[in-house]
């Protein structure tokens, strides 16, 4: 199993960078992907980027693309969303979510195991 943290949420104004951290214990992180999804009120959780802790390839779903950075630091069990030119359209619960294996899914209902969430606010 794996257990899943996040930090680093707030108030930014648009244009503004955020970034996230999601620590994630137990003993077999290497075997999982890491994903960040996001919700916003009203709307169904969307897929933001992953990160297979193996070999460090990544996805990212374009409306991202170019503005957001996923990256994984070995030594702390962490994973970090470097969230760049933050738009309104960005706000939401940005949460960290794990998945068994080596696929890179982008549908949050394969990932079996979740973090508590952490709000990201975009001003304009």
């Known amino acids: 199993q794996v257990q899943l943290v996040e930090s680093g949420g707030g108030l930014v104004q648009a244009g503004g960078s955020l970034r996230l951290s999601c620590a994630a214990s137990?003993?077999?992180?290497?075997?999982?992907?890491i994903a960040w999804f996001r919700q916003a009120p009203g709307k169904e959780r969307e897929f933001v980027s992953a990160?297979?802790?193996?070999?460090?390839?990544?996805v990212a779903a374009d409306s991202v693309k170019g503005r957001f950075t996923i990256s994984r630091d070995n030594a702390k069990n962490t994973v970090y969303l470097q969230m760049d030119n933050l738009r309104p359209k960005d706000a939401a619960v940005y949460y960290c979510?794990?998945?068994?294996?080596?696929?890179?899914?982008?549908?949050?209902?394969?990932?079996?195991?979740w973090g508590q969430g952490t709000q990201v606010t975009v001003s304009s």
């Open positions: 979510a794990a998945r068994l294996g080596t696929w890179i899914s982008m549908e949050s209902d394969e990932f079996g195991y």
């Open positions: 137990g003993r077999t992180v290497s075997r999982y992907v």
């Open positions: 990160i297979r802790w193996s070999d460090s390839t990544t």
